[in-house]
Structures are given as C-alpha cells and as structure tokens.
C-alpha cells in the first residue's frame, strides 16, 4: 500500500525533456521519492523546495511520485 499522495505524470506529446512541478499553496510536502507504477520505491528521493520539484521526463513515458506531508 502506498503512503501520502501519488503524482502521476504522463508526457503524451512525444517531447521529452525538464518538468517541473509547482504544488498547491499550503501542500507541505518536503520529498518526491519516485515510484514505478505499483508504488514501489525506484530511485533517490527528490527535494521538494518553495513548493517545486524538477525531473526529466522522457517522450511517452509516466513518471510517478509520492510526495510525503
């Protein structure tokens, strides 16, 4: 079972590249730890600073997080 919120993002227009992502005012969410789609842990956590992350998304791929808080 997955804990906090997941955020899924699919990039469907075939560019890839930098995303970044602004959350709702007054979300206190510190990390983005990425997952695979099942929710399971895949790779190093991302700090979330000022209410923003960033990450590389490639053309036609999800990426998926759970951000904590």
């Known amino acids: 079972m997955v804990k906090g919120i997941v955020l899924r993002v699919w990039e469907q227009a075939g560019k890839g590249g930098e995303i970044t992502v602004t959350l709702p005012q007054?979300?206190?969410?510190?990390?983005?730890?990425?997952v695979n789609l099942?929710?399971?842990g895949e790779g190093c956590p991302i700090p979330v600073k000022d209410g923003k992350f960033s990450f590389e998304l490639n053309a036609w791929a999800p990426?998926?997080?759970?951000?904590d808080g």
């Open 26 to 34: 007054g979300m206190k969410a510190t990390v983005a730890q990425p």
């Open 38 to 40: 099942r929710g399971e």
């Open 63 to 67: 990426r998926s997080f759970t951000l």
